[in-house]
């Protein structure tokens, strides 16, 4: 069974401060997503990473792929509040077209 | 509008009755996902649409969960004799085709009694 796993679930940090989000999968991809979610809102697309070693950065957010580790990190430089939110990254497997999605990181910052 | 269009926004039924939900996805979008999310959960994967191809019906839960497209036009989710389990926003997504970056409507939010 494919399975997407993120790590903290939860996430509590200060403005101003730096974290680091984890996500690995348990199949061969060369293709993942991070999304944002508001709450009471639908998905957001933040980023694509499409080979290995992938780095794509959009203001403080930071994500990055390895997939010969089936790693992918999402990086928080000097949080703001407005970052508050949870954050999803999906895989699709080489073979298929079906994304799996990871459980999700709740993260909360606080002023 | 540009985006993916979900109806009804809310929906709440008896316990036993049947449901459909209705995304039409963004105009020229091969692709079209259906998801259910359970409150505090992730997503959980339903259905698959991909052109005229076969879907991938791989998630759905049970026989009471069904899902038609035509084409690469409006796609509708039918929920028969609808449980309380079944209780979750339903989300569908679309992209120009599979393994594009998915563009998410604003889901249905399903309470049964």
């Known amino acids: 069974e494919l399975k997407v796993e993120q790590n903290p679930l939860f996430l509590s940090m200060q403005e101003g401060k730096n974290y680091t989000i984890y996500c690995n999968y348990s199949?061969?991809?060369?293709?993942l997503y991070w999304y944002r979610q508001d709450p009471g809102k639908s998905l957001e697309s933040l980023f694509v990473?499409?080979?290995?070693?992938a780095v794509k950065q959009e203001g403080r957010l930071m994500a990055s792929l390895d997939t010969k580790a089936r790693l992918s990190t999402l990086h928080i430089t000097a949080a703001v509040h407005d970052l508050s939110a949870t954050y999803f990254c999906?895989?699709?497997?080489?073979?298929?077209?079906?994304?799996?999605f990871g459980t999700g990181t709740s993260l909360t910052v606080i002023p | 509008g540009a985006g993916v269009s979900q109806s009804p926004s809310n929906k709440v039924t008896e316990k036993g009755k049947d449901v459909e939900l209705r995304c039409d996805p963004i105009?020229?979008?091969?692709?079209l996902y259906w998801y259910r999310q359970r409150l505090g959960q992730g997503l959980e994967f339903l259905i698959y649409?991909?052109?005229?191809?076969?879907?991938?019906k791989s998630g759905l839960p049970s026989d009471r969960f069904s899902a038609e497209r035509t084409g690469e036009s409006v796609s509708t989710l039918t929920i028969q004799r609808t449980q309380q389990e079944d209780s979750a926003v339903y989300l569908c997504?679309?992209?120009?085709?599979?393994?594009?970056?998915?563009?998410f409507g604003d889901g249905t939010r399903l309470s049964i009694l």
């Open positions: 997504a679309s992209s120009f085709r599979g393994s594009q970056p998915q563009h």
């Open positions: 199949t061969t991809s060369d293709r």
């Open positions: 990473l499409l080979s290995n070693g």
């Open positions: 999906a895989v699709v497997p080489l073979t298929g077209n079906q994304f799996y």
């Open positions: 105009s020229g979008h091969t692709a």
């Open positions: 649409f991909q052109g005229n191809s076969a879907p991938d």
